[in-house]
């Protein structure tokens, strides 16, 4: 059995968004608050992401450039992009599920995001039907 020890849970479900402020407004009125927000830039277009929690559940809102914005809003169904689980120690994960064969998504995983306050490390598997499978570990 992989990552014995190290998995601790869910950490938090990625849903892409075509308005961010609107959907922010939307869980907040679920309860949810926000927790982090933070705009990154990996190529040419901004992402926008925000963290919402309620209670122990994090939801990451993030919207992405005008182009993959048109693609989510034409999606009637399947409008979550990922299930993240926290590990304890991102590089024995990597390790562990890269000696055990499965597809990583992420050339230059483990990658590093300045989430949180210290940021975080992940790398995404795809799992049997597609799905992606985040594995982050928030740094202290």
């Known amino acids: 059995m992989l990552l014995q020890g190290n998995l601790q849970g869910l950490q938090h479900l990625g849903l892409p968004v ?11 009125q679920l309860g949810f608050t926000e927790a982090m927000r933070m ?21 990451e809102l993030y919207q992405l450039g005008e182009e993959k914005r048109q693609e989510i809003a034409k999606r009637a169904d399947g409008h979550i992009d990922h299930v993240a689980l926290n590990v304890l ?6 390790a562990e599920i890269k000696s055990a064969g499965l597809e990583i998504l992420e050339d230059d995983a483990p990658v590093f995001l300045p989430f949180w306050e210290h940021g975080v490390k992940y790398f995404t598997v795809r799992g049997p039907d597609g799905e992606k499978v985040e594995f982050n570990q928030i740094l202290k």
Do not use: L
Not at 44 to 51: E, G, K, L, N, Y
Not at 89 to 94: G, H, N, V
């Open 89 to 94: 120690d991102i590089e024995k994960a990597y």
């Open 39 to 59: 705009d990154i830039q990996p190529h040419a277009d901004v992402i926008r992401v925000a963290m919402m929690q309620q209670g122990n559940f994090t939801i």
């Open 18 to 28: 075509t308005d961010i402020e609107r959907s922010k407004a939307f869980y907040a």
